[in-house]
C-alpha cells in the first residue's frame, strides 16, 4: 500500500484546513454556544465543492476519491465538527445513496443541486424505538396508485430542518421483516411533513438535529429508490461508506485536540520549564500521538478499500469503532494537558471533546460496530 498522497490529494487536504482556519474558526464558539447552525459557511463549503466531492462530474460532483474525502473531512473536523457531519451526510449518505441506487430521473432532478450545495439533503433511519436495530421500523409507506402514503417518526435527523431532500426508510410490508423495507425520497414542505424542536445537545451542538413526523405524506411511486424490499440493504450499503466519514470526523476531533494540547504544552510553564519537558506530560501526548496515527491508518485503509472497489464493511467498522474511541481519549487528555484552561471554552478543548462522543453513537454505537467486525472475522 502507497503511504504517499498524490498532488491531488494534498491540495483537497490543504484548502480544507485553509478554509477550516479562515472561514470556520471564527465563530466557531459562539455557534456552539446558541447551537447555531453554521449556514454561510455551509454555503461556501459547497461553492468550493466540499458537498459533492465523490460525485461523478456528470452530476456536479469533484469526482474525487475517499482517500481526498476523508482528508477533507480531517481538517474540517479539527475546527467545527458540526459543519463538517453536514458535510459528512451530504456526500456519503445521501450524494453516494442516490448516485449509487437512485434513477436516472432521481439524479437529475435531486443529486445534481445536491452535489453542489445548493441543497442539502438528510438521511432517515433512525426512529424513537429503531435506531441501531434498523429491522424494528414503525414508519410505514403503503402504496394507493401512484403514491405512497407515508406515516410515521424518525429522530436524530442531522441536517433535520435545513434539509431540501429526505431519504426515508419506511416498512411498505411489514409481514416480511427486513426483506418489507423501502427507501423513499421525500421534498421538504409535502403536505403532512411536520419538522419538530431542534434537539438541544451536549456536542455538534451547530448541527441541525431534529425530529421529523409524517402524516399521511403522498410520496410519487417513482421517489422510491430501488424495488420494494431494497430499503434495508440500501440502508446498511450507505451506512457502511457513512462510517469512513464518521472514522474522519472522529479522528479530526482527535487531531485538533491534539495539536491544541501540543502547542499548550510548550508555552505552559510549572517549575520553571515548559509542561511539555515534564515526563508526565510527555507521556501523554506520546500515546495521544500513536493512537491517531493508528486512526488514521484505519481510516485511510477504509477509504482505500472503497476506492479500489473492494468489500470495505468490515474496514469502515473498525475505523469507526477505534476512531471514535480514541477521539474520547485523546479529547480528555488534552482537557487534562491544559489543566483548569481546558475546563474553559477558549482554549477549545472542552467543545472538542463534547463533540468526540456523538462519534461513538451515530452510524451505529460501538457494540454495532463491534457486531459488523466480529461477523467479518466469523465468516
Not at 466540499?50 to 481526498?68: E, I, L, R
Not at 455538534?204 to 431534529?210: E, P, V, Y
Not at 469512513?244 to 472522529?250: H, L, S, T, V
Amino acid at each position: 500500500m502507497n503511504f504517499e498522497y498524490t498532488e491531488e490529494q494534498l491540495a483537497v487536504r490543504d484548502a480544507a484546513r485553509e478554509f477550516a482556519q479562515s472561514e470556520l474558526f471564527p465563530g466557531v464558539i459562539e455557534r456552539d454556544t446558541e447551537a447555531k447552525f453554521p449556514k454561510d459557511q455551509i454555503k461556501k463549503m459547497g461553492e468550493l465543492g466540499f458537498m459533492g466531492m465523490m460525485v461523478d462530474p456528470a452530476y456536479n460532483g469533484g469526482g474525487m476519491d475517499t482517500v481526498s474525502y476523508v482528508l477533507a473531512m480531517e481538517e474540517l473536523s479539527k475546527i467545527d465538527a458540526s459543519a463538517s457531519v453536514a458535510m459528512s451526510v451530504n456526500n456519503s449518505l445521501v450524494c453516494w445513496g442516490l448516485e449509487k441506487y437512485g434513477s436516472e430521473a432521481q439524479k437529475e432532478k435531486y443529486l445534481k443541486p445536491l452535489a453542489t450545495g445548493e441543497i442539502l439533503g438528510a438521511f432517515c433511519l433512525s426512529e424513537p424505538e429503531a435506531g441501531s436495530d434498523a429491522t424494528s421500523q414503525k414508519t410505514e409507506a403503503h402504496r394507493e396508485g401512484d403514491f405512497y402514503i407515508l406515516n410515521g417518526t424518525k429522530n436524530w435527523i442531522t441536517n433535520g430542518n435545513t434539509a431540501s431532500v429526505y431519504l426515508v426508510i419506511a416498512q411498505t410490508d411489514v409481514a416480511k421483516g427486513h426483506k418489507g423495507i423501502s427507501a423513499f425520497i421525500v421534498e421538504k414542505g409535502w403536505e403532512g411533513f411536520v419538522v419538530g424542536k431542534k434537539e438541544d445537545k451536549l456536542g455538534i451542538r451547530g448541527s441541525d438535529t431534529h425530529s421529523l413526523m409524517f402524516t399521511d405524506v403522498k410520496v410519487p411511486v417513482e421517489n422510491r429508490i430501488g424495488e420494494e424490499g431494497f430499503g434495508f440493504n440500501f440502508a446498511m450499503e450507505t451506512l457502511n461508506g457513512g462510517r469512513i466519514g464518521i472514522a474522519a470526523q472522529a479522528l479530526g476531533i482527535a487531531s485538533g485536540a491534539y495539536e491544541l494540547a501540543l502547542a499548550y504544552s510548550k508555552e505552559r510553564k510549572a517549575f520553571g520549564k515548559p509542561i511539555s519537558q515534564h515526563q508526565a506530560i510527555q507521556f501523554k501526548l506520546a500515546d495521544m500521538a500513536t493512537s491517531i496515527e493508528a486512526a488514521r491508518l484505519l481510516v485511510l485503509k477504509s477509504a482505500w478499500l472503497k476506492d479500489q472497489g473492494k468489500d470495505y464493511a468490515h474496514a469502515s467498522a473498525m475505523a469507526k469503532l477505534y476512531a471514535s474511541q480514541v477521539a474520547m481519549d485523546v479529547t480528555v487528555e488534552a482537557v487534562q494537558v491544559h489543566g483548569g484552561y481546558g475546563f474553559v471554552k477558549e482554549y477549545h478543548v472542552e467543545r472538542l471533546m463534547r463533540d468526540a462522543k456523538i462519534t461513538q453513537i451515530y452510524e451505529g454505537t460501538s457494540e454495532i460496530q463491534k457486531i459488523v467486525i466480529s461477523r467479518g472475522i466469523l465468516r
